[in-house]
């Protein structure tokens, strides 16, 4: 157990859709980072938060969205959702990623696997 | 914009032979990860280097950080079925705020 939570599990949506993905980050982590796994792919960086502060963009499209909120858990909102935003989801939280300062490893969440049907 | 890659995509080997996968950076990086994720799992930390030329090993597996610090290896002597998995490297750039950027991924299989 990494104990990065992450919810749901699953999720299955219709085209047009909105969800929201939430991830609880490890006890202590700062950082929070969001990515996208599609089939046989490898890991998509989309965004970093870092102690509820925007740190880092990726590959994140305009129909995405994130905050990390005081509590430092963090929230990934996908709307108008596409039947090829179906992946899993990862969030991953680590200590430091501020400047380098701090633990960097990063621990990863099960994964919230995302059908668009 | 920064890649990194990682070469082979896909490895088969009998068990009992070795592994080695391969990541290479389009820029110096300050330092890297290696993660293993195993098939319906997720990424989990192995080990991070961090000083040009470095090596370091956890039992049958070594690890090594280029003198350059662009490229990186990992090597798995005498494979076991429990092997099986997707091996990632991050790389951290420091000048885009020291951001991870993930492999592609090498994907290995181990026949029994």
């Known amino acids: 157990d990494s104990g990065v939570t992450q919810t749901p599990k699953h999720l299955i949506t219709a085209t047009g859709q909105r969800v929201t993905l939430r991830c609880s980050p490890r006890?202590?982590?700062?950082?929070v980072y969001w990515y996208q796994q599609s089939l046989d792919q490898g890991l998509q960086f989309l965004i970093q938060?870092?102690?509820?502060?925007?740190?880092a963009k990726g590959n994140i499209l305009e129909r995405f969205s994130a905050q990390q909120f005081p509590d430092l858990h963090s929230e990934l909102n996908l709307s108008s959702l596409e039947l090829g935003d179906s992946a899993l989801y990862f969030c991953?939280?680590?200590?430091?990623?501020?400047?380098?300062?701090?633990?960097?490893?990063?621990?990863f969440g099960q994964g919230t696997r995302l059908t668009v049907v | 914009g920064q890649q990194v890659m990682q070469i082979p995509q896909y490895q088969h080997v009998q068990e009992g032979e070795d592994f080695t996968t391969y990541c290479n950076s389009s820029?110096?990086?300050?330092?890297i990860q290696w993660y293993k994720q195993r098939p319906g799992g997720h990424p989990v930390f192995l080990i991070q280097?961090?000083?040009?030329?470095e090596v370091k090993k956890q039992k049958r597996l070594t690890f090594q950080f280029g003198e350059a610090k662009k490229n990186s290896s990992l090597h798995i002597t005498a494979t076991q079925t429990t092997d099986v998995g997707t091996y990632f490297c991050?790389?951290?750039?420091?000048?885009?705020?020291?951001?991870?950027?993930f492999g592609t991924g090498t994907s290995l299989t181990v026949i029994p």
């Open positions: 991953a939280s680590s200590e430091g990623g501020r400047q380098g300062k701090g633990n960097t490893e990063a621990f």
């Open positions: 006890s202590g982590d700062l950082s």
């Open positions: 938060y870092y102690n509820g502060e925007e740190r």
């Open positions: 820029t110096t990086l300050s330092n």
């Open positions: 280097l961090v000083k040009s030329g």
């Open positions: 991050a790389g951290r750039v420091r000048k885009t705020g020291n951001q991870f950027y």
